[in-house]
């Protein structure tokens, strides 16, 4: 500890007219600022550059408040309590000290996500009012995240986050938008907002480019949003496939606008375009301009994609791209065939042929990006199945979708030496269970998430990405999500500590919390349902504010389950 500062006391209260100063940039900072007055509501807080705190007048400060990131000019001797080179981009510290007399505590983050991280953590775990007195404890803690890639998956058209509005749709995957136009951001902010103080740092949004949910003013306004709440927009884009880089419109780099104009540069399907999941019967797609596709053998096709990419890159302030080649087939015209047998749905040649320019095109515009590469599913165990993505470059995300029927064989078999022997060494699983892909939409896997988060870690997996379309007003889903978050973060949860600590302070208590997880696997018989909502009412009714509307949250779920019943 430096000369200049001292520990800081155990514990000490801080009234209503007490002098809070918080230093820090204004601009870069502004999120986790906002989050600090939140919790502070009710106290005077004076906001300081940084640069200012050796000319505060010593008498006017009552508690110091010092928010830093990498590169924030701060006197050194406040620097020398922050372990910077254990932080990265997401993880944090909070160190008490006392610094020229007065009681001080660092904030701080690796980057911007960690920073807001910090604050949250602070404000939602350690900061209590007592007989109208602020009671601020001594803290000295450290979290770096167990996994770095914590993301969530969505399609615009089944995004659905601001619950009062028409058009709201639950499934699909090359659909038209039908929500009203300002729904696009409506949706995503509060997703956005839900993701930043939760620690979920990306979500890939297929559909990020549409002229009918406001085009490109639309997704700047998004990625600005989320860039300062520590998040990351990865657009998907289709590769040959799925409209391209820009989704839907009157845009060039919109895939059936370009076909339009080169109809000799489309692939060859030999079939309808169809894929098939374990959990649902085949699903077959009308033949719209939505599965138009582009051949990969034509060399003007990546031409064009790798000047769409850059654009992408320059044009919006995202996090990083989630690449597909599509799932709906592979061309099978001449050219394809004498360069690679066919796969059924999708081929991990194409990728190797196109995905390192693609890469480096981006990488062109901006070195920060995840580059995350769509592996396909249920494959991650066969080896001699995904040996050509050795083609492709080390420092982009391979992501490995997994189907529920699948993850047995992932929890058997996914061992730190299988992972060690994949082709590529950033690795991440992707995941249907939990959506409706596997009829789960509503349903509660937090259990499951929490167990592939462990195994994620013990392998030395870097990441998962789960559905995050619903809203968490729905409860089981908001369980779910804090399952992913909390177990992806930290290393050493256990399901004892979730409840306690996570689902406890929602539900009205650690045995009100094991009762609710119980009643939402109640089976879906009359009797069950019946008695299941006799106890959900009479525990319900012991609670208030949000715990309460979890309670009746919960009810209405079991009355929709037996009025199914009866209807049938």
Known sequence: MSKSTSPAPSLYSLSSRAHIVVA???????????????????????????SALTDLPVEQVDWLIVLGE??????????LGIPWQSLTEDAFALHSCTWRGWPTLLVAGGGRPGLIYAVNELGMRHLQEHEGSLQ?????????????????????????????????????????????????????CRLVDFMSLHRI???????????????IEAAQELCRYATERGVRILPGVGINAYGGIYWEGDHPYNLTHWLRRHPELRAAFDRPPAFHLPDLPELWFPETHYTDAACPSKPENARYHEEAIQWLAQTFEI???????????????????????????????DMALLYPRLFAAARHARDDLWLVCEAYWDNILDLDRLAPLAALPEDAIYQFCINRSYWPKVKAHLTREHVARLPRPRNILRTHMGSQWNHERYELVADRFAEMMQLMVQTGMQGVTIFGEVSAFSVANEINYLAFARFGYS??????????????PLLGGVTEAEHYLTLLRVPSEQSALQQAIGEAREIGTAQSGEAYRRWVWLQNRLFQKLAMLRDG
């Open 24 to 50: 820090a940039d204004a601009d870069r900072q502004i999120h986790a600022v906002r989050q600090l007055r939140h919790y502070l509501a009710g106290h005077t807080l004076e906001l300081v550059p940084p």
């Open 70 to 79: 990498p590169g924030t000019a701060l006197p050194h001797e406040l620097t």
């Open 136 to 188: 601020v404890p001594t803290l000295d803690i450290v979290q770096v995240p167990a996994l770095p890639y914590r993301l969530f998956w969505t399609w615009d058209h089944s995004t659905n986050w601001y619950l009062e509005q028409v058009g709201i749709q639950e499934i699909g995957a090359l659909n038209y938008y039908s929500k009203p136009r300002e729904g696009f951001l409506q949706d995503y």
């Open 201 to 215: 740092n990306g979500v890939t949004i297929y559909g990020f480019l549409r002229d009918n949910h406001g085009g």
């Open 319 to 349: 996090g990083g791209i989630n690449f597909e080649t599509g799932d709906y087939g592979v061309c099978t015209c001449p050219d394809c065939q004498a360069r690679r047998s066919a796969d059924a749905t999708w081929s991990h040649r």
């Open 491 to 504: 290393a050493g949860l256990t399901w004892e500590r979730f409840i306690a600590e996570d689902l406890a």
